[in-house]
């Protein structure tokens, strides 16, 4: 079974991005993508799609994906999270918007959120942080 995970993170002024990965959770091999979007790029138009990685995407880490410890770890945290359905409702103008999207067979789950993290989903937390090192990692030494 594939687990796929996308993460985008899409500013209202500063640098968007986007990260994609799929994990074989029999063998914890994976493949991954990471894009950075410039202002009124692709992620201003986040409702309308999540990017996809194809059978053709080459990964974008000398490895060919993320380690199998990081898989395992990714795949560990996934399967602990427990939150409800939705957070207190917020609204604003500016800021930075979030969506995390979980992707297994016919099974599909969307978390967004924006500026901060609900308290009713911290437990998303730790999975966040884990993709912005991978996000990090991957950036290009003039975004460092």
Sequence with gaps: MTVSITYLVASSFGKSYSLCIEIED????????????SLGGYCSGLDNELPQL???DKPQTANEGID?????KIL?????????????????LDGTTFTLHFDSGFNKATYVWWV???IQWLEL???VQCLEEL???SRPDTDK
């Design 26 to 37: 029999r063998n914890f091999t994976s493949k991954m993508r990471v894009q950075f979007h």
């Design 54 to 56: 194809s059978d053709g």
């Design 68 to 72: 199998r410890t990081a898989a395992k």
């Design 76 to 92: 560990g945290i996934i399967q602990g999270i427990r939150i409800g359905p939705y957070p207190d409702f917020v609204m604003g």
């Design 116 to 118: 901060t993290l609900p």
């Design 125 to 127: 937390q730790p999975l």
């Design 135 to 137: 996000i990090t990692a």
